[in-house]
């Protein structure tokens, strides 16, 4: 049966609605994540999220998946792409990047990554790039630049780069690849919760070795509660919430539209790392809001909201 118009428009709307939300679901994995590697290893942090958020949807889907087997083992490859990018590399890495970096960091860099969807979709589609879009991205290039340099030009030609806040630039990029793969046409028979259990299941197994190898040879595992109560909010919050809103998002609205709410992480992650770690906001922050988010929305914001200003 056809969905009508109107619950076309209220899926739309809830969407929108879901998305305004999102970006704090998100911006708590980078608070959590901050607070948790002091006592964490940063594989083994992101495996005990995905597997037992995997293990916590299964139950959910498991009857939706009933009877595909055949389907799942022909995405096989795809999967393990997203779980690379989406679980492996914005997970793990992020966490070793949070031993050397700020979480107020972390959040304005990733920040960039919806004028980043833009280049992916322009290499690996075709997509046109504007004059405006152009200028978007110059603009938060040079606006994540300036947080890596710590506002300090010099630090570019020195090579005076903190390796966390290069790891988030990694991480940016590859979050940009994750958003474009989840519009796939090949994942769209699975639901948003379906797909998503998919891709921390197959997350969790790439990273299960490298977990190993933290517990077994450097005698690291969580023993403390206010590491699992860490754990517990990356699963809860972090994971389930936020990235079957973003996926939900991504899947009613497209990559590029859901992309614009990412706007707001620097609000909800700056303020939550000011709030409940204790960071300053200093002024090389405050030219890298300016010139990342005025790219961003430069690069992304729909003609027609720009032409009614």
């Given at each position: 049966m056809e969905p009508t118009?109107?619950?076309?428009?209220?899926?739309?709307?809830?969407?929108?609605?879901?998305m305004a939300i999102m970006p704090l679901f998100f911006s708590s994995n980078i608070i959590f994540?901050?607070?948790?590697?002091?006592?964490?290893?940063?594989?083994?942090?992101?495996?005990?999220?995905?597997?037992?958020?995997?293990?916590?949807?299964?139950?959910?889907?498991?009857?939706?998946l009933k009877g595909k087997q055949q389907s799942i083992i022909s995405l096989r490859w795809p999967l393990v792409v997203m779980g690379l990018c989406g679980m492996w590399v914005c997970g793990a890495l992020v966490y070793?990047?949070?031993?050397?970096?700020?979480?107020?960091?972390?959040t304005l860099i990733y920040t960039s990554s919806p004028v980043l969807i833009?280049?992916?979709e322009f290499f690996a589609k075709g997509r046109k790039v504007r004059l405006r879009e152009g200028l978007g991205i110059t603009l938060a290039f040079v606006g994540v630049v300036v947080i890596v340099a710590k506002g300090v030009m010099s630090n570019l030609t020195t090579m005076k780069f903190n390796y966390g806040d290069i790891i988030f630039v990694v991480c940016a990029i590859t979050w940009a690849i994750y958003s474009v793969g989840l519009k796939s046409e090949r994942f769209q028979h699975f639901s948003t919760l379906g797909l998503f259990f998919l891709i921390a299941a197959t997350g969790a197994l790439l990273l299960l070795p490298f977990a190993a190898f933290e517990i077994v040879y450097l005698n690291e595992f969580p023993t403390s509660t206010a590491a699992w109560g860490n754990?517990?909010?990356?699963?809860?919050?972090?994971?389930?919430?936020?990235?079957?809103?973003?996926?939900?998002?991504?899947?009613?609205?497209?990559?590029?539209?859901?992309?614009?709410?990412?706007?707001?992480?620097?609000?909800?992650?700056?303020?939550?790392?000011?709030?409940?770690?204790?960071?300053?906001?200093?002024?090389?922050?405050?030219?890298?809001v300016i010139l990342v988010l005025g790219g961003v929305v430069l690069a992304t914001l729909p003609a027609k909201l720009m032409q009614r200003r």
């Open positions: 118009q109107a619950g076309k428009l209220s899926e739309r709307t809830t969407a929108l609605v879901v994540g901050r607070a948790a590697v002091e006592s964490v290893e940063p594989f083994t942090l992101a495996f005990l999220r995905w597997f037992l958020t995997a293990m916590i949807l299964y139950p959910i889907v498991r009857s939706e070793l990047a949070l031993k050397y970096t700020s979480a107020t960091n972390g833009i280049l992916i754990i517990a909010g990356i699963v809860a919050i972090a994971s389930l919430l936020a990235f079957s809103a973003f996926q939900f998002g991504v899947k009613v609205l497209g990559p590029s539209l859901a992309g614009i709410f990412l706007y707001l992480l620097p609000i909800y992650g700056v303020s939550l790392a000011i709030l409940f770690l204790g960071e300053t906001l200093a002024t090389y922050h405050v030219w890298g």
